[in-house]
């Protein structure tokens, strides 16, 4: 009797034994992600020292960085580039850098970096960075966006703490790639602006999801932005091209999303307002507004150095309230081959293209105007049911309204989920487009398809 149950015994060992092998082989084999709590193995962290870096020319920020919610201990400073953060590159992944070339390596990806041309690769297709690579004393520096586009990274902003956590982004993101070649349509996101309704890192995180979607539709968008919002009531004064903050850094990362999901930015105004006025509710051109030629040139001329100087490409202008008076959108029309909005009056049905200094500038209106909150969905896809085929299909949205449709949560290791309804003022509009056989372009696409 001992020895039946003894060779059972060793039979049940053998057999868990034989398990153990195979469970651990078939991990090894699919090679599962590190533990979440341990974040210098995910990141590669390495013990380098860095006495001979001297550092770089620009403003060291003090904030966390985590990854998955862990502290990341760095040695190297984040700096702070008019509100784009640097990272530190070779600090946190194996990073292999020659006089021309970067070799980084971060969770079984490695990427090649052209420092010359400023592009890195993937496969036999090269893409450019959007901000300068750098090299310095034989350490990597990427801008945040850029390094987490090259390892797709997801991001998760403090502004209160300024802790800023980086995660693998488990969300799938595919463009669709059938296009209709139909009739033309144009969307444009209204009043982007660092303040207001955008002023939580939670806003942007939702205006991010409207671009993810938008790019998954194979929606090309404009973004009407405001480069500096003014509150005077409240002494709210905020340019992200002269202010360095945590949110403003959150502020310009959004707007490089928003281009990366084929957003073409545009200047909404330089502050949408005039006075002790709020921005985006305010006036700031008409017949007795900034008037003149000269007030005219001096706010468009500011509006375009904070961009310049955000390295933020504007491709149009468009008059708060669409106020201007034709003289003064022939100013703006001198710097941008763009104006959108209606040239003579706002019944226009199509683009007119005005010479203007022996330049022709396409002005772009917006015949199905806009919708007016959530409930007002009905009326606009009225309109789009019945517009005449000669009238552009052109309109602007302001993206809050999605708001309360998206629903973000948190998991036990901090990573941001969401839900989007599918019935959402957005989501019906583009299916209506859809069921009309539109085809969204970009105002750049407009003189081939028109």
Known sequence: MFIKKAKYKFKLILL????????????????????????SK?????NRKFSSFKGLDMKEEDIRLNFKMKPLSLQLPIYNDNNRLYIPVSEICNTELTKD????????????????KNSYYEGNKEYNLR???????????????????????????????????LFYNSDILLQKIEKKHGRPALIRLEDITAGQRYATSE?????????????HE????HVAWIPRYMNPPKGIDNDPSTQLSMYNTDFVFTLDYLIDKNGIVGLHGYTHQQGEEESVDGIEFNSKINAGEECVRRRVNLAINCAKK??????????????????????MGEYFNYIYEAYRSQN????????????????????????????????????????????LASFFYHPNIEFEYIKITKDKSGYTTYTYSEESPLHQLLRVFSDKNYEFKSIKDLDTSI
């Open 218 to 221: 194979n929606v090309p968008f």
């Open 348 to 391: 226009e049905k199509a683009i007119s293209k005005v010479k203007i200094q022996n330049r022709v500038v396409s002005f772009i209106p917006t015949p199905l105007d806009c919708v007016n909150g959530a409930k007002c969905i009905d009326n606009m896809i009225d309109r789009i049911y019945t517009l005449p085929k000669k009238t």
């Open 203 to 215: 806003s942007l995180e939702k205006l991010r999801i409207i671009a993810d979607y938008l790019y």
């Open 16 to 39: 868990a034994g034989i398990v153990i092998v195979i469970s651990g082989a078939f991990i090894l084999g699919n090679k599962k992600l590190p533990k979440q709590n341990d974040a």
């Open 101 to 116: 070339n970067a070799v980084v390596k971060m969770n079984d990806k490695s990427v090649r970096i052209n420092l010359l």
């Open 42 to 46: 995910i990141l590669e962290q390495s």
């Open 310 to 331: 955000l390295d933020i490409p504007v491709y149009f202008f468009e008059s708060p309230h669409y106020d201007a008076t034709r003289s003064q959108k022939r100013i």
């Open 131 to 165: 901000k300068k690579a750098i090299a310095s004393e034989d350490v990597l520096y990427l801008s945040l966006f850029d390094f987490t586009k090259l390892f797709n990274l997801k991001t998760d902003w403090d502004v209160e703490t300024k802790t800023l956590s």
